[in-house]
């Protein structure tokens, strides 16, 4: 909650003239609790699951041959039954485990000190945050992954995650409930080292989730924007990861490439690849190769 009651006294209060997002901001937030702004993250992940995987939902359902040529594991259609069974699914561990982490986790948000009042953070601070947020999530959540593939884990909680060997938009979230909390520290771990504007903490949760139904969304799209990010995994590279599942001892990474060229698990993905770039350059890589051994 803000500690101002009008616009005049946050202007008088910050000594300039609000900006047009820090008046939105003003008129969302003034009389909404920092528990009611930090709950706002379960309902931003829930939100933004519903709608996000859509248009791969359509595409699948569709069979739109122009874009059929894009998806990485061609001869696997997924049902809308199939589908709606992965959403229940998801929507219900979000219930039963995020939802009451977001509640208990709430004073260890306010003891880090993620603030919620004005000024908004300025477009650098937003950005470098996003960086630092990613490049810590990235490289632990590696180790997290890598773990989950040990005999134990990978029987009693990943094998959920693997279950779908065609991963799909929906199927990015579906895991056993365990698991979305223990890859969730990592995705939380920048935010409380290097603690920002609530908005921020939003938005850094919305990308994050954006990035995973994209990665696991079965289509390699040539015009994604995503293709410019240096050393970025994308659908393909995870892709890969599902369809070997529980055996794969490579790409283990969630959103870039590197620790994967560092650990050496890159090396059957990139072997596979070259063999099948010798045999024809033109060659889409995608799961039609995988099965030539
Ligand atoms: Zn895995
Ligand atoms: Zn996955």
Redesign the pocket.
């Known amino acids: 909650m803000l500690p101002y009651q009008t616009l005049d006294e946050s202007k008088h209060a910050l000594g300039r003239n609000l900006t047009f997002a820090e008046t939105l901001w003003f008129n969302y937030s003034a009389k909404k609790t920092d528990f009611v702004l930090h709950c706002h993250n379960t309902l931003f992940l829930c939100l933004f699951y519903s709608i996000a995987p859509i248009p791969f939902v359509l595409i699948e359902l569709s069979g739109y041959k122009k874009l059929n040529k894009y998806k990485i594991q061609p001869s696997v259609n997924k049902t809308l039954l199939e589908m709606f069974k992965c959403y229940k699914y998801v929507m219900w561990t979000f219930i039963i485990a995020v939802g009451p982490l977001q509640i208990i986790s709430y004073p260890t948000i306010k003891w880090l000190g993620i603030r919620t009042g004005l000024p908004l953070p300025s477009g650098w601070e937003l950005f470098w945050h996003l960086i630092v947020y990613v490049i810590i999530e990235d490289y632990v959540n590696y180790w997290f992954h890598r773990m989950l593939h040990n005999k134990w884990a990978f029987d009693n909680i990943h094998k959920v995650?693997?279950e779908?060997k065609t991963?799909i938009a929906l199927?990015?979230p579906y895991a056993h409930w365990s698991e979305i909390l223990i890859l969730g520290f990592p995705a939380f771990l920048g935010p409380a080292l290097v603690p920002g504007h609530i908005t921020t903490y939003w938005l850094w949760f919305i990308l994050r989730q954006l990035e995973?139904i994209e990665?696991?969304s079965g289509y390699e799209l040539p015009w994604s924007p995503t293709k410019y990010i240096p050393f970025y995994g994308g659908p393909a590279y995870?892709d890969y990861?599902?369809y070997v599942g529980g055996r794969s001892q490579g790409n283990f990474a969630s959103v870039f490439t590197y620790c994967d060229y560092i650990y050496g698990t890159i090396k059957g993905y990139q072997y596979k690849k070259r063999m099948y770039e010798k045999i024809s350059p033109t060659y889409t890589f995608n799961s039609q190769n995988y099965k030539v051994d």
């Open positions: 995650h693997h779908y991963p199927a990015a995973a990665t696991h995870h990861h599902h």
